[in-house]
């Protein structure tokens, strides 16, 4: 049966960090692309990064461009966020997604099949 499982949120003050791991059963992660998503209260669920199966590249959106880093380690099966400088308005409920389709990332939640419960950061002090 295929599983994501996301885990390592918290509470964290604001210029914290954070490594938040997406952990897959019941398929090879490493076949497809695998993105981060991030959904506020009130707000539309938005594309973080993503990493490429094909060619292992990777894609940030604007808002954490420098301060998050998406990795991936195949020996375990699992992707990470690497999030650091964290910001008040990185709070959201985080998710990992697979997109079983093509191996090329997007930042589109839309082409995304499968998706994880979700974990919840907060950055507050």
């Known amino acids: 049966q295929l599983q994501l499982v996301e885990s390592g949120g918290g509470l964290v003050q604001p210029g914290g960090s954070l490594r938040l791991s997406c952990a897959a059963s019941?398929?090879?992660?490493?076949?497809?692309?695998i993105g981060w998503f991030r959904q506020a209260p009130g707000k539309e669920r938005e594309g973080v990064s993503c990493?490429?199966?094909?060619?292992?590249?990777?894609y940030y959106a604007d808002s954490v461009k420098g301060r998050f880093t998406i990795s991936r380690d195949n020996a375990k099966n699992t992707v990470y966020l690497q999030m650091n400088s964290l910001k008040p308005e990185d709070t959201a409920v985080y998710y990992c997604?697979?997109?079983?389709?093509?191996?090329?990332?997007?930042?589109?939640?839309?082409?995304?099949?499968?998706w994880g419960q979700g974990t919840q950061v907060t950055v507050s002090s």
């Open positions: 997604a697979v997109n079983l389709v093509t191996g090329w990332g997007t930042l589109s939640p839309s082409s995304y099949d499968y």
């Open positions: 990493i490429s199966s094909s060619d292992g590249s990777t």
């Open positions: 019941g398929f090879t992660l490493d076949y497809y692309a």
